[in-house]
Nanobody
């Protein structure tokens, strides 16, 4: 089992910045590919960013490219999401997730942290 705990969410004005953290425990963090997802009220869960197990490969959709940066510190068992130039449309609950590289679906999920961007 992998336990994931997100933190760092909050209320920020449009144009502001936040850094989310996801602390992992239970298994060897560096074995897992990690990702951030988000879900706004009434909307489906949306992929935000992903990182390979060693952080050398990252992926982001066009909607956040240039504004969101995913990174990880395997020595601290922590995943990060740096968000800048936030928009009201970024308002959502943000979740981190983990999977082994050979697994197709993300297996482990955190409880989420709320990000609210006011206009």
């Amino acid at each position: 089992q992998v336990q994931l705990v997100e933190s760092g969410g909050g209320l920020v004005q449009a144009g502001g910045s936040l850094r989310l953290s996801c602390a992992a425990s239970g298994r060897t963090f560096s074995n897992y590919n990690m990702a951030w997802f988000r879900q706004a009220p009434g909307k489906e869960r949306e992929f935000v960013a992903a990182s390979s197990w060693n952080g050398l490969r990252t992926y982001r959709p066009d909607s956040v490219k240039g504004r969101f940066t995913i990174s990880r510190d395997n020595a601290k068992n922590t995943l990060y999401l740096q968000m800048v130039s936030l928009k009201p449309d970024d308002t959502a609950v943000y979740y981190c997730a983990a999977k082994l590289p050979e697994t197709r679906e993300y297996t482990y999920w955190g409880q989420g942290t709320q990000v609210t961007v006011s206009s």
